[in-house]
């Protein structure tokens, strides 16, 4: 075949994308397309193993059986997406054990979500109703990403993410229909999440430096504040089906636009936790260095056992 | 700092008896009977399969995309190859 030059390359590479042609991992592409999705791959990886951990914390307490089998498959659901995407970040070229060091060193960044604190059994609710809630919101567009191994990822995720905001759901449904304190607890829980769930969808679109070139191609479907409103849109009349109070004064339904009106979200606030500031930031890398030191005499001893078995293998083989 | 990383297996599930596996994904393990062990976990959480195939990634060998042109081009010319290129009148049934 004929070389081709770099305009030519980028030419048909965004045909392709154009014409909803998946790029697939052997597949020439602009070097800040793969960039972008290194970033935006691993970051989306660290945010399901960081996030395994305000709900790890309540495990060992869920209030009965039950509700520990489910927050245990809702946990292991969320290591094994980290699990797929950080398989997927690999087909880009990037190093697995590169980009954990790079969490590790506080280079990369997860969702600021995981850096709030998870103080009473409610906030199991809360989590899985919000933050999961928002979070399929922001992945089901992602199924149609024009990176194959990325999109392929997100169809298995959102599968699986659909039970974690049920049952989060249904564990606010309960508390809200319960006595007056377990109804109270669920509110704060809901007062907590709900201004850092409308941050989980990142900056107002003007103030989105990656958006426009994302969305050209094609790993973005929705701007940042479309998605915000189709939360709020979704999340308010089901927060008022069981009885709870969105914690916004401001929020009030819009006959014109048909969407609701919403209160002005804190961004100060959003900016101090994405730059390491919010309530947990360091508990959230420290947890995860541990374990990834505590874990290396297991990764060893797996090393070991592999060539000892090798070895019987080829010797019983002679 | 890392020692000896784990390589990379790639994944391949038979969802049910009659069908063939398929790919699903990739995972890393010190070896292959430990990836079988961490692609159940991984890969068939929901009852996705009933038998599992792992390949190191090093011993797949691909085609090059930059070659599909010619190596699939052949074909293209062959429409007779398909049942659709032949005339059938109206009343030939079973054919």
């Keep these: ?318 | 700092m890392s020692k000896k990383e784990w390589p990379l297996w790639e994944v391949f599930i038979r969802s049910k008896q009659g069908l063939s596996h398929k790919h699903v994904g990739s995972l890393r393990a010190a070896d292959e009977q430990m990836a079988i062990e961490n692609a159940r976990d991984v890969y068939t959480r929901r009852s996705e399969g009933i038998s599992i195939w792992v390949v190191a990634s090093a011993n797949v060998f691909a085609s090059d995309p930059n070659e599909a042109d010619s190596l699939y081009e052949p074909a293209n010319s062959k429409v007779y190859r398909h049942p659709t290129f032949y005339d059938v009148p109206d009343g030939i049934e079973h054919m």
């Design chain 1, 1 to 318: 075949m004929k070389e081709l030059n770099i305009d030519e390359l980028k030419r048909r590479f965004q045909e392709k994308i154009d014409n909803d042609i998946k790029i697939e991992p052997k597949d020439w592409m602009p070097d800040d397309y793969r960039q972008t999705l290194i970033r935006q791959i691993s970051q989306h990886a660290h945010s399901e193993v960081v996030g395994m951990l305000p709900e790890g914390n309540w495990i060992t307490r869920a209030p009965n059986l039950r509700r520990k089998a489910v927050l245990l498959a809702k946990v292991q659901d969320e290591a094994g997406h980290g699990l797929y995407l950080y398989s997927a970040v690999e087909t880009l070229g990037a190093d697995r054990e590169e980009t954990i060091d790079d969490l590790h060193s506080g280079k990369a960044k997860y969702s600021s979500i995981f850096n709030y604190p998870t103080l009473t059994w409610a906030d199991m609710g809360a989590v899985g109703w919000l933050v999961d809630g928002a979070a399929i919101m922001n992945q089901v567009p992602l199924c149609r990403c024009s990176y194959g191994p990325y999109a392929r990822a997100m169809v298995r995720v959102c599968k699986e993410e659909s039970f974690h905001q049920r049952q989060g759901f249904e564990i606010m449904m309960k508390l809200a229909s319960g006595t007056p304190e377990q109804k109270a607890m669920a509110q704060d829980a809901l007062n907590r999440f709900w201004w850092p769930a409308l941050m989980m969808f990142g900056p107002n679109d003007a103030d989105s430096k990656h958006t426009q070139q994302s969305m050209d191609w094609k790993i973005k479907r929705h701007t940042n504040d479309e998605l915000r409103q189709q939360f709020v849109d979704i999340t308010v009349p089901q927060a008022e089906m069981i009885g709870l109070e969105i914690p916004d004064p401001d929020l009030k339904w819009n006959e014109e636009t048909g969407h609701y009106d919403f209160g002005e979200i804190n961004w100060d606030e959003f900016w101090q936790v994405v730059q390491g500031n919010g309530p947990c930031n360091k508990d959230r890398i420290d947890a995860r260095r541990k374990a990834k030191e505590d874990g290396m005499w297991v990764r060893e001893a797996a090393n070991a056992y592999a060539e000892k078995r090798k070895a019987r293998l080829a010797k019983k083989a002679s």
